[in-house]
């Protein structure tokens, strides 16, 4: 994926993470969620491009205890 860093264990490929630049020349993405047993959304420290967020929205929505995960976006420098 260009504009990302692939981290790998052994040979099969783990995560991507986005790199430092993205979101300059496009849009900024980020996701919010919930987890039981907390009122508050909670919202990721990073931004995403949409091929980005949705590949974390997936992976964010399998982990125990989290639902209604969204995709919002966000204004540069908030």
Known sequence: M???VERRHGTQP???APTQTEG???EELRL???RSGREERQSSAVSYDLAS???YKAL???EDGVTDV???DVKPGK
């Open 70 to 72: 969204q995709i919002i």
């Open 24 to 26: 300059i020349a496009g």
């Open 53 to 55: 967020a949705e590949e």
């Open 2 to 4: 260009p504009g990302h």
């Open 14 to 16: 783990l995560l991507t």
């Open 60 to 62: 964010k929505g399998q």
């Open 32 to 34: 919010s969620w919930t």
